[in-house]
């Protein structure tokens, strides 16, 4: 079974900080994707990454897919209370698709406050 | 396109009745999949399909089975509940759009077996 580290699993900022959530595998992933949750909701994919080292920037997030695709990070700049909410990484190992099947680690619970 | 829905939105049970929580997509996707959601855990693949007539066990399949005669509706059934299956409920579809696909999540079932 493969596993996706997510950490951390709390984060709790004030408005305008800056923070990183990480996802560790041992595992290769062809592709890992980022969705967030807001509760009473389902998931919400972000963005998906496929080339080891690739980066994505999506407004004041960026994120980083590993050179050795075992691991990636979310980086927030000047987050704002609209940004809280459940980050959670998801990993796919089909070839590039996952045929609806993915890996995803425990999540990282935000709250940014005011 | 209403996209993917659930019925129903939440449930009690009592152990050792049976259910089936359904599941429905007017995107034309060809991959459905079931996920199970509990504090701590991420969300773990239950059972998934490929296709109409194809189905496939995830992570935590026991207790669950499921069916795809069609390729809209994607049902999952509790043979017997039991409280260790209190959880949140996603099903999620997705199409391959290139060398990734993405997938859209329900706005879950919250089950609870007493």
């Known amino acids: 079974t493969q596993l996706l580290e997510q950490s951390p699993q709390f984060l709790s900022i004030q408005e305008g900080e800056n923070l990183t959530v990480y996802c560790n595998s041992s595992?290769?992933?062809?592709?890992l994707q980022w969705y967030r949750q807001e509760p009473g909701e389902g998931p919400v994919l972000l963005v998906t990454v496929v080339t080891g080292g690739e980066v994505k920037k999506l407004k004041r997030l960026t994120f980083q897919f590993g050179d050795a695709r075992k691991d990636s990070s979310l980086h927030i700049t000047a987050a704002q209370p609209g940004d809280t909410g459940l980050y959670l990484c998801a990993g796919a190992t089909a070839g590039g698709t996952s045929y609806g099947k993915l890996t995803f680690g425990q999540g990282t619970i935000l709250t940014v406050h005011p | 396109n209403a996209g993917v829905t659930q019925t129903p939105k939440f449930q009690v049970l009592k152990t050792g009745q049976s259910m089936t929580l359904q599941c429905a997509q007017d995107m034309n996707h060809e991959y459905m999949s079931w996920y199970r959601q509990d504090p701590g855990m991420g969300l773990r693949l239950i059972h998934y399909?490929?296709?109409?007539?194809?189905?496939d066990q995830g992570e935590v399949p026991n207790g669950y089975n499921v069916s795809r005669s069609t390729t809209e509706d994607f049902p999952l059934r509790l043979l017997s509940a039991a409280p260790s299956q209190t959880s949140v409920y996603f099903c999620?579809?997705?199409?391959?759009?290139?060398?990734?696909?993405?997938?859209?999540f329900g706005p879950g079932t919250r089950l609870t077996v007493l």
């Open positions: 999620a579809s997705s199409y391959s759009g290139g060398s990734v696909d993405t997938q859209y």
């Open positions: 595992s290769v992933f062809s592709s």
């Open positions: 399909s490929v296709g109409a007539g194809i189905t």
